[in-house]
């Protein structure tokens, strides 16, 4: 199969610009529980250093890092790292969203070169309030990616020695085409070296239309599998069960009847989200209604439940679901088996692997490499991260340990290098164009 990549040199300087990490972490309300944080992107002090955090997920860092047990002397020879992006503005938006959120979006200090020339607001009186766009990255995001990759290097670089500096001859990036994902790239790389923002980076992609990182490439045949997950009585008994919720949402945020907010509650869950882990206050419309925290908790909570049950259903025990999965995501899996074969051959000309995707990304990949196994998969967070490291004992094989939003996988701290490459083998089905397409 032939692989197409485009490669941008992204500028970091151009967006860094006044970051002050101003949240404490000291919050305890509802939004902050044993259960789920959704309102800050560092864990309460009484609470676990691993606990779900939507807004910013747990993550590899020196503090909480071991290295394997069982292998003393084991040296670290490679890593594929896989992340999610950091905190953005909501993906969707209200039919009155300037109303509903009279806060703005504040993009003023991240500054972007992304774009043909200038640009203006047109309308944004009325549509949108603030300087960012719809899905942005925000300053508070990058402060997030900044930070994810000053632990990845206290790792990597100060615990391990595994990586000396910063070099596009040791590591590789690459990240989807959405400007948010290779902006997250930016951070990462300033947060393993400061002097990356007076500096340049190769960062590839891919064509949109055939992206496997999201991923984006046309499936029909996966397509009809998702659609008919949606008419099964889970999901649609769960719907039943949340009318209440539902009309109350609808009355205060003006979403009845609108089809993309009535099939499932993924809407409400990210443009709430996206305000409570950015500190804004829940929307109130302009007669004075406003949602409920405990409504918001209940979606949180809903919106959960619907990622479990997917992960359920089309990713893990469904029928079809092993091809779901595979045929969604199995591009990317052959590029992750590809990766490991070079290593294996002596052919892998870089130390580092790192990409950059979205929550898709995430739970495909959980699920594919079987971590539901040791425990349900949960709506992948913010930042939430999954390393594939390997391992090099004198004398013996290498093997593979995965790490996964910090701590090392039950059932996969020592996997044989060759026995890895059979798992990712399997999960490529053979001609998946032709299978996607039903030709």
Not at 192 to 212: A, E, L, N, Y
Not at 278 to 291: E, F, K, Q, W
């Amino acid at each position: 199969m032939t692989n197409f990549f485009w490669q941008w040199t992204i500028s970091l300087l151009c967006l860094l610009a006044g970051l002050v990490f101003g949240d404490t972490g000291n919050n305890t309300d509802s939004l902050a529980s044993v259960n789920g944080i959704y309102n800050t992107s560092i864990t309460p002090k009484n609470l676990p250093w691993n606990t779900y955090n939507y807004c910013n997920a747990p993550h590899v860092n020196a503090k909480h890092y071991r290295r394997p047990t069982n292998a003393p002397h084991a040296k670290l020879v490679y890593v594929n790292a896989v992340i999610r992006h950091h905190k953005r503005t909501p993906d969707n938006l209200y039919p009155n969203e300037n109303e509903l959120n009279p806060v703005p979006w504040n993009c003023a200090n991240l500054r972007q070169f992304s774009f043909g020339g200038g640009g203006a607001h047109i309308f944004h009186e009325t549509i949108w309030n603030g300087t960012c766009d719809e899905g942005q990255l925000t300053e508070e995001g990058l402060q997030d990616a900044i930070r994810h990759g000053q632990d990845f290097w206290s790792v990597y670089h100060h615990e391990l020695g595994f990586l000396t500096s910063v070099d596009e001859r040791d590591i590789f990036v690459r990240t989807s085409t959405e400007t948010r994902t290779f902006q997250v790239a930016s951070g990462l790389l300033v947060g393993m070296d400061p002097g990356m923002s007076s500096r340049t980076f190769p960062v590839t992609t891919q064509p949109s239309p055939i992206d496997s990182i999201p991923p984006s490439y046309a499936c029909p045949k996966a397509d009809a599998v998702r659609a008919a997950f949606q008419s099964v009585p889970a999901w649609t008994d769960h719907l039943h069960a949340n009318t209440g919720l539902k009309a109350r949402l609808d009355a205060t945020l003006g979403t009845a009847g609108l089809d993309a907010w009535a099939s499932w509650y993924d809407h409400f869950f990210d443009t709430f989200s996206s305000r409570t882990c950015h500190g804004h206050s829940l929307p109130c419309n302009s007669t004075g209604a406003c949602i409920a925290e405990a409504d918001a908790a209940k979606v949180f909570a809903t919106g959960d439940f619907e990622y479990k049950l997917r992960a359920s259903y089309i990713w893990n025990a469904a029928e079809n679901a092993t091809a779901y999965s595979q045929l969604t995501f199995g591009v990317f899996m052959l590029e992750l088996a590809q990766n490991f074969k070079k290593l294996r051959s002596g052919g892998e000309a870089y130390k580092l692997r790192f990409y950059v995707g979205h929550d898709g990304t995430m739970i495909r990949l959980a699920s594919l490499l079987g971590l539901g196994k040791s425990a349900p998969l949960r709506w992948p967070a913010l930042g939430s991260e999954i390393l594939i490291e390997v391992w090099e004992v004198p004398g013996e094989e290498r093997f593979v340990r995965l790490i996964h939003e910090g701590t090392p996988v039950p059932g996969f701290e020592w996997v044989p290098l060759n026995t890895f490459i059979q798992q990712l083998d399997t999960q490529v089905p053979s001609n998946i164009f032709a299978r996607c397409t039903g030709d």
